[in-house]
């Protein structure tokens, strides 16, 4: 089963608010990730988490604040957004080779968030 | 830098009429280059990984190849469900493991 959920489908926030998007998988990958798509453009590296362990930031705002829970879940916090924060936020994961290297990324269907 | 340049970046085909869509890198160390397919408003489905030049794959009417500089993803005989956004991404050796994503393939695929 190669597959990654993400809740909530659709989300509209204001910018006073606080919300958080979910990620769930169960193929025992130990790396997660967090990607920013805007429309017509690529998927942006956010966060990555490799063993629970937050490996790479690239320099996100700190309105975005990722969690990893346990190995299967990953959060990110989301708090004071901007309107132009609103894009499909994107969860993968994959698994970790004995070196570190990391292997083709599984993604989930993302979260098409609007900030009002 | 590590860089990654697709053509065309919109391709129109009569179902049927086979092509090939383009994926030119400039990576430090190839580690991986990766094929997603995407539907609109949808995540990105993995297709393939290539690690070496003269690496092949297929799948159904799909067959990605690699050289030293780029790769080709042919499409076969291509029906209207082939229609979505095809990206190539490449992972290298300075890259800590992070995707380097190319802009995409918007395939459209008429009855």
């Known amino acids: 089963d190669t597959e990654v959920t993400q809740t909530p489908k659709h989300l509209v926030m204001g910018m006073t608010n606080k919300k958080s998007l979910k990620c769930e998988q169960h193929m025992g990958h130990r790396a997660m990730y967090w990607y920013k798509q805007k429309a017509k453009k690529p998927p942006e590296l956010m966060f990555v988490?490799?063993?629970?362990?937050?490996?790479i930031n690239e320099s996100v705002p700190s309105r975005f604040s990722p969690e990893c829970p346990n190995s299967s879940l990953l959060n990110l916090h989301l708090h004071a957004l901007q309107p132009e924060d609103s894009a499909l936020y994107l969860c993968?994961?994959?698994?970790?080779?004995?070196?570190?290297?990391?292997?083709?990324?599984?993604f989930g269907p993302g979260t098409r968030l609007t900030v009002t | 830098e590590d860089q990654v340049t697709q053509s065309p970046e919109a391709l129109r085909l009569q179902e049927g009429e086979s092509s090939s869509l383009n994926c030119s890198y400039t990576?430090?160390?190839?580690?991986?280059l990766f094929w997603y397919r995407q539907d609109p408003g949808k995540g990105p489905e993995f297709l393939f990984t290539?690690?070496?030049a003269g690496e092949e794959k297929e799948k159904e009417r799909l067959k990605a190849t690699l050289t030293k500089k780029e790769s080709f993803l042919h499409i076969t005989a291509p029906k209207p469900e082939d229609s979505a956004t095809y990206l190539c991404a490449v992972r290298g050796g300075g890259s800590q493991g992070n995707l380097i994503f190319g802009k995409g393939t918007k395939l459209s695929v008429k009855p």
């Open positions: 290539l690690y070496s």
């Open positions: 990576v430090s160390g190839l580690r991986g």
């Open positions: 988490y490799s063993y629970e362990k937050l490996s």
């Open positions: 993968a994961s994959s698994q970790v080779s004995g070196y570190g290297g990391l292997y083709e990324q599984y």
